[in-house]
């Protein structure tokens, strides 16, 4: 599906991957909703967009830990241009902690973000969809969804829950002309280290060597929207980590080593 002239809706709009993902979107001339919890980081990005695309950007701010206000939120995303052709899931928070170091608090919120406020807001949109026969849903996963590493425990279990999730989805809304896209970004130069959650659930507020060395989001944004555009199941996009991928499945106790060596923070 071509994304010009579509109605997105993107989370995590206000910065790093959905940032650069609206401006990739926009320039293809694309109506877009944003969301986020930052109403004025939002109001850049949309200021930061070309000048003609302005217009079919509207903006709506939302907490993905707030469960009881998304169903609103979803119906006041409809309204702005009367449907939705495609929801791209990308807001999140990542981890900084060992597993034995955390408090449950901050497993509960890091799923309570990343995998049931994500979930909720595509349950409240299906109907839409299903009707139209017609609908894309995007998940900015994370390697770390394919594969645990140290320090994102339980980062990687939300990760992993949204596969299962979405690849049950994929098939069930298949004869709904529905697609499914799971992306999973590998090291990206954005915030997402600076913001993670340490063990007690306050931010990290230092960026990763591995981030900061990591694929700018422009570049990440424009592998995004092609693989959008190709309607993929599912892809890796990030340096040579992604390889790690092939290398669990291939040589799963191989990969379990490397894992125990891996300088992941
Ligand atoms: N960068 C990487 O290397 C990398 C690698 C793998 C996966 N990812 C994934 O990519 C996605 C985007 O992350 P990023 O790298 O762009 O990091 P980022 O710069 O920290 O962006 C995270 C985005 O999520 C939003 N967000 C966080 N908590 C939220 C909440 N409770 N409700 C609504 N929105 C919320 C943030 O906006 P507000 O603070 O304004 O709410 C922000 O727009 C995340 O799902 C992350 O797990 C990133």
Not at 45 to 58: L, R, Y
Not at 233 to 260: C, D, M, Q, S, T
Request: net charge positive.
């Amino acid at each position: 599906m071509k994304v010009k002239g579509k109605v997105i809706w993107i989370t995590g709009a206000s910065s790093g991957i959905g940032e650069a993902v609206a401006y990739a979107l926009a320039k293809k001339g694309a109506k877009l909703i944003l969301s986020a919890r930052r109403k004025t980081e939002l109001e850049r990005v949309k200021s930061s967009c070309p000048a003609d695309t302005q217009k079919h950007i509207e903006l709506l701010p939302l907490d993905l830990a707030q469960s009881d206000t998304l169903k609103l939120m979803t119906e006041a995303a409809i309204q702005l241009f009367g449907h939705i052709d495609m929801l791209i899931n990308n807001g999140g928070i990542s981890q900084r902690s060992l597993a034995a170091e955390t408090s449950p608090e901050v497993d509960r919120k890091l799923m309570e973000v990343n995998y049931f406020g994500t979930i909720a807001l595509t349950k409240y949109l299906l109907p839409l969809m299903i009707d139209r026969k017609q609908g894309h849903i995007a998940v900015v996963s994370s390697l770390v969804g394919k594969f645990g590493s140290p320090y994102r425990s339980g980062y990687a279990a939300s990760k992993h829950a949204l596969h299962g999730f979405f690849d049950s989805l994929r098939a069930e809304l298949y004869k709904d002309n529905i697609k499914v896209t799971m992306v999973c970004p590998g090291f990206i130069k954005t915030n997402v280290s600076v913001n993670a959650l340490t063990e007690t659930g306050d931010a990290l507020n230092k960026m990763d060597d591995a981030q900061a060395n990591g694929m700018a989001a422009d570049v990440f944004a424009n592998k995004m929207v092609k693989a959008l555009e190709n309607e993929r199941n599912e892809v890796y996009i990030g340096g040579k980590e992604k390889y790690g991928v092939y290398l669990k499945r291939l040589f799963p106790n191989l990969f379990a080593k490397i894992l125990r060596k891996a300088k992941v923070r």
